[in-house]
T-cell receptor, first 116, second 113 residues
Framework: DGGITQSPKYLFRKEGQNVTLSCEQNLNHDAMYWYRQDPGQGLRLIYY???????QKGDIAEGYSVSREKKESFPLTVTSAQKNPTAFYLC???????????????FGPGTRLTVL | AQSVAQPEDQVNVAEGNPLTVKCTYSVSGNPYLFWYVQYPNRGLQFLLKYITGDNLVKGSYGFEAEFNKSQTSFHLKKPSALVSDSALYFCAVRITGANNLFFGTGTRLTVIP
């Protein structure tokens, strides 16, 4: 899992509550990503950020929000608007060198969110 | 549109035998292809990638993959499987200029002692 940490490892939330997942990296990577993993569906991109104070929506951004105030940190908030938030959430980062698209994304250990 | 297919949900192989995990892709430009492995309740670990050049790519833990443009495939292989190779394997694709990494649905590899 390299220099990417995610906390907490397990998170339980009641319906209607917002919750924030932490992602920190010490790899000096410019780009950071949030993915959602559901059984049998692979990973889907929620948000990504190529540089501090800038981020873009991925394929499934509805009901989620992010911020990128520091290079090392990219927290994800799961809002009450997310209709089915129970999933495994993975953060990744990459060094943006060379041709865009060729960089390798390195993943954190993940946070398993369960909505009660 | 980009997409990745992993046609086998489950692959079983005996320890010491060669293993293959299949991946095919569909992209509108030149593909960049990646393989990751995931152990239970863990993040994804990078194994190898194809960007350009030699079609045979060697990666971590003795794994290799061959890029076949005519068949749009990028199958993962290992000459001799270990029980510790048992895990979930993901193939992923990107194209030039794209930030989004498109993943397949994963193949669960079980190596039988």
């Amino acid at each position: 899992d390299g220099g990417i940490t995610q906390s907490p490892k397990y998170l339980f939330r009641k319906e209607g509550q917002n919750v924030t997942l932490s992602c920190e990296q010490n790899l000096n990577h410019d780009a950071m990503y949030w993915y959602r993993q559901d059984p049998g569906q692979g990973l889907r991109l929620i948000y990504y950020s190529q540089i501090v104070n800038d981020f873009q929506k991925g394929d499934i951004a509805e009901g989620y929000s992010v911020s990128r105030e520091k290079k090392e940190s990219f927290p994800l908030t799961v809002t009450s608007a997310q209709k089915n938030p129970t999933a495994f959430y993975l953060c990744a980062s990459s060094a943006t060198t060379g041709v865009v698209g060729t960089d390798t994304q390195y993943f954190g250990p993940g946070t398993r969110l369960t909505v009660l | 549109a980009q997409s990745v297919a992993q046609p086998e949900d489950q692959v079983n192989v005996a320890e010491g035998n060669p293993l293959t995990v299949k991946c095919t892709y569909s992209v509108s430009g030149n593909p960049y292809l990646f393989w990751y492995v995931q152990y239970p309740n863990r993040g994804l670990q990078f194994l190898l990638k194809y960007i350009t050049g030699d079609n045979l790519v060697k990666g971590s833990y003795g794994f290799e993959a061959e890029f076949n443009k005519s068949q749009t495939s990028f199958h993962l292989k290992k000459p001799s499987a270990l029980v510790s190779d048992s895990a979930l394997y993901f193939c992923a694709v990107r194209i030039t200029g794209a930030n989004n990494l498109f993943f397949g649905t994963g193949t669960r590899l079980t190596v039988i002692p």
